[in-house]
T-cell receptor, first 117, second 113 residues
């Protein structure tokens, strides 16, 4: 079974600064996908960024970028120019094609990020 | 496009009572998921539907939890009888193509007292 570990339960960052959230995972698969989801107090999980394991290039979405190290099984999220609206829980998630022929997400325990004015 | 709709938003029940949650996925999304998120943890998959068939329910406590997706559109998740440890947020998600990620609803927060 796949496991996803987020070692930082809570983090804080000053507005406009940069912060990096860590994630490691354990798998024997060679083809998979990795995601970061954001969960604000409204509870809705919002997709932040997606990475395909077979692509060496790190994914970027505006102020969000990842550092994907496949050999080290590491997938960190960097948030640049942090904004107050970035305050939320951030979940790292692993996805592979299951034996039933479907895709399933496995989540880490999350990192609570607070952006300080 | 409209998002994934869930109701109710909050529910408080006593232990041993029953409760049901409703989810309406994004139109055209064939796959629907129910997740349980206990406070301080990441979401855990309970059941996955493809159209109106069950793909995976290996983590669903079948002695008390049941779910259905009639006509391959909306879905209901039921708990009967509820236990204190069922207190959690129940998230519904849907996808057109799973490897691009899921779209989640806002969840139902269940408190069992």
């Amino acid at each position: 079974a796949q496991t996803v570990t987020q070692s930082q339960p809570e983090m804080s960052v000053q507005e406009a600064e940069t912060v990096t959230l860590s994630c490691t995972y354990d798998t024997s698969e060679s083809n998979y996908y990795l995601f970061w989801y954001k969960q604000p107090p409204s509870r809705q999980m919002i997709l932040v960024i997606r990475q395909e394991a077979y692509k060496q290039q790190n994914a970027t979405e505006n102020r969000f970028s990842v550092n994907f190290q496949k050999a080290a099984k590491s997938f960190s999220l960097k948030i640049s120019d942090s904004q107050l609206g970035d305050t939320a829980m951030y979940f790292c998630a692993f996805m592979k094609l299951s034996g039933a022929g479907s895709y399933q997400l496995t989540f880490g325990k999350g990192t609570k990020l607070s952006v300080i004015p | 496009e409209a998002g994934v709709a869930q109701s109710p938003r909050y529910k408080i029940i006593e232990k041993r009572q029953s409760v049901a949650f409703w989810c309406n996925p994004i139109s055209g999304h064939a796959t629907l998921y129910w997740y349980q998120q206990i406070l301080g943890q990441g979401p855990k998959l309970l059941i996955q539907f493809q159209n109106n068939g069950v793909v995976d329910d290996s983590q669903l406590p079948k002695d008390r939890f049941s779910a259905e997706r009639l006509k391959g559109v909306d879905s209901t998740l039921k708990i009967q009888p509820a236990k204190l440890e069922d207190s959690a947020v129940y998230l519904c998600a849907s996808s057109w193509r799973g490897d691009y990620g899921y779209t989640f609803g806002s969840g139902t927060r269940l408190t069992v007292v």
